[in-house]
């Protein structure tokens, strides 16, 4: 019986033990969620001004959009602006104290925040030192004394120069890219386009490597602002006095102007872009901007002219000193496919010794093309234009096979 009546006394004090423990909890989130003290609320803000560093920064909503009225040509990334009006607009703090402590580092604020709402209450914030240990920032909130969430800090420490936007280069394509000049330390070209893209004498460019051209132009990667309206100094700090290469770009949509250099100091590369007169940080120079030469740019295709204009291909071996005609329709389209899409993966400034002689009769035109054996992995094909490009012998030996079917 005495074992029965003290499992019950103990049942008892255990219950009152769990029950004290899930009171005492529940008095203390009743009481933390107290100490959340709301200190500013607004549906949207029109001024937000930041002193940090020297630094002033005024921004002004205008419509739904941010500004910074002072230079409104500033290429300023308005996501930060909007990141200070959400952590403005509904402003609670954790702890609130009754008193200042020297230690909280408000007598020599960091950071000072004034802003404004559309209905004209205003809220000045001051911001000390932040606490690592418990992820707070020390603040002045309208006078009251707190510590906000340490992001609230991360939202305010910023310079202008690390502001700016980095997407400044547009996704260009070449379908609406009219025009492209590059000046390197190997020489300065440009290419049109027209109906195909040519050079300023007329020749025509390759298509596939203006499209790396203009591709690597559109994926150059701006670091961080250097210098805003820089000086001759700058220039000449950062190696844009003599760049290392500069780039043009004419665009349905917008035109684009680059140049790359390299301070001396420590080798860094940096991008100026004249639209912005911005100085950036740049990862690399594209090898297709800084390394390229004219003739890397030639047409690297035998021809362009469409199947539906061809009329006869015959073909002459230098050995038989024959001509004979490709008859058999599938053949024909076989062999005029396998040449329309070859390309060049190179040039030869003289002809192979002859092998074979191909001709396309086009309507309005007669394309002929001769190769020869240029070393163990290329042919080297010479076009009526006196071109003489290096093509990969198992592109040939492919033209060979569906000549040899059409001989069986």
């Not at 980095?166 to 590059?182: E, G, M, R, S």
Request: proline residues 3%.
């Amino acid at each position: 019986m005495k074992k029965v009546t003290t499992l019950l006394i103990l049942a008892a004090a255990a219950a009152a033990m769990i029950g004290g423990f899930f009171l005492i909890r529940s008095r203390s989130e009743d009481q933390a969620s107290q100490e959340e003290a709301l200190l500013f609320a607004a549906d949207r803000l029109s001024r937000i001004e930041v002193a940090y560093q020297g630094e002033t920064l005024r921004f002004e909503k205008d419509a739904e959009a941010w500004t910074y009225p002072e230079d409104r040509a500033f290429p300023l990334n308005t996501a930060y602006v909007r990141d200070m009006e959400n952590r403005l607009k509904q402003l609670t703090a954790p702890h609130v104290f009754s008193e200042e402590n020297p230690d909280f580092g408000l007598a020599d604020p960091v950071c000072v925040i004034d802003a404004e709402s559309a209905e004209g209450e205003a809220i000045r914030c001051e911001l000390g030192k932040v606490n690592d240990t418990s992820d707070v920032v020390y603040a002045r909130v309208n006078g009251q004394v707190c510590a906000l969430d340490d992001g609230v800090a991360q939202c305010f420490l910023h310079t202008l120069r690390e502001m700016a936007r980095k997407d400044l280069i547009p996704a260009l394509q070449a379908f609406d890219t009219t025009a492209v000049a590059v000046e390197n330390r190997l020489g300065r070209f440009s290419v049109t386009r027209d109906e195909t893209w040519v050079f300023s004498d007329g020749r025509e460019a390759d298509e596939e490597s203006v499209k790396q051209m203009i591709a690597a132009i559109s994926g150059t990667v701006l670091g961080n602002l250097a210098v805003y309206h820089p000086t001759e100094e700058d220039f000449l700090f950062y190696g844009l006095a003599d760049p290392l290469c500069s780039v043009s770009v004419e665009n349905d949509q917008t035109d684009l102007e680059l140049s790359f250099g390299q301070c001396e100091r420590d080798s860094a590369l940096y991008v100026y872009l004249p639209q912005w007169d911005c100085l950036y940080a740049a990862e690399q120079v594209p090898a297709e901007l800084a390394d390229r030469k004219e003739e890397d740019l030639l047409n690297r295709k035998l021809f362009t002219a469409e199947y539906a204009d061809l009329k006869t291909i015959t073909y002459e071996y230098a050995q038989d000193d024959q001509e004979q005609e490709i008859t058999d329709s599938d053949t024909r389209w076989q062999v005029y496919y396998l040449l329309r899409n070859m390309r060049a993966e190179g040039f030869a400034e003289e002809a192979a010794v002859p092998e074979c002689r191909l001709t396309l009769v086009m309507e309005e035109e007669k394309i002929t093309l001769g190769w020869g054996v240029y070393d163990e992995n290329f042919y080297c094909v010479s076009l009526d234009d006196g071109t003489h490009m290096l093509v990969s012998k198992k592109d040939i030996a492919a033209v060979y096979e569906k000549i040899a079917e059409s001989e069986a």
